[in-house]
């Protein structure tokens, strides 16, 4: 899949007409307020980053969007960039300060995505945007989340998060795809709130960040490399 690669929407979603405009105008309304509300936070967070990890503060890195659409998400950076002896970066679990964790475990990382919400890129709530080379991988029914906007925070977020198999993962995707209203924005909201209070479901119990999804035929079977997502 190159950058350009999009994936026809099928149009199986609530998320149409006066509907997707009103998700709109909850996105930008929250998203602003919440910005407004934690800048002082992410002021703090973007200069312990800065101490201790160094520059660049933010992590960027293209995903895919609506339609697979790519796009630029940004975090704040949460892993080091130290290498082997042959320049190849090491590991996740390697580069991973406990710094870093501590942003993972708090989500405080995810801050700077307020930002792709104002920009159209995401919205507060929707499926997981993960990474480009996935695009090819999925069955025409997985593909089916990428029928809305990614989001910030998901119904699989709230039930179960890294916790989950990736099968399990997508068919909460596309059930949300298919039952969005505005009330389960906001109770999914809500949720996400108990949920990075409580920490729960922030890995598999076996690695730091979530195992690469190698398609409907294949087991996952190891992380994925560079600042792998954590969903």
Not at 71 to 96: A, I, N, Q, V, Y
Not at 138 to 165: F, K, M, S
Not at 190 to 216: H, M, P, Q, W, Y
Request: proline share 6%; charged share 25%.
């Amino acid at each position: 899949m190159t950058p350009q690669s999009h994936i026809p929407a099928t149009g199986q979603t609530p998320q149409r007409g006066w509907r997707r405009l009103i998700k709109r105008a909850f996105d930008i309304t929250l998203s602003g307020l919440a910005l407004m509300g934690f800048l002082p936070l992410m002021l703090l967070v973007a200069a312990l980053v800065r101490f201790r990890l160094g520059s660049p503060v933010l992590f960027r890195q293209n995903r895919p969007g609506f339609q697979g659409r790519i796009f630029e998400l940004l975090k704040f950076r949460t892993m080091t960039d130290k290498r082997d002896s042959e320049g190849r970066l090491l590991p996740d679990e390697d580069r991973l300060t406990e710094f870093g964790l501590l942003l993972r475990s708090t989500s405080l990382d995810e801050l700077p995505q307020l930002l792709n919400v104002l920009r159209g890129d995401l919205s507060l709530v929707g499926p997981r945007p993960l990474l480009v080379q996935y695009l090819a991988r999925y069955t025409p029914e997985q593909a089916r989340r990428h029928d809305v906007l990614p989001g910030i925070t998901g119904w699989t977020q709230v039930n179960g998060r890294n916790a989950l198999p990736w099968e399990e993962k997508f068919a909460m995707d596309v059930w949300y795809v298919d039952h969005w209203t505005l009330w389960l924005d906001a109770k999914i909201v809500f949720k996400t709130l108990f949920e990075v209070l409580s920490r729960r479901g922030i890995n598999d119990g076996e690695s730091c960040t979530a195992k690469e999804f190698l398609g409907a035929d294949h087991r996952p079977s190891r992380p994925a490399m560079g600042e792998a997502e954590d969903v």
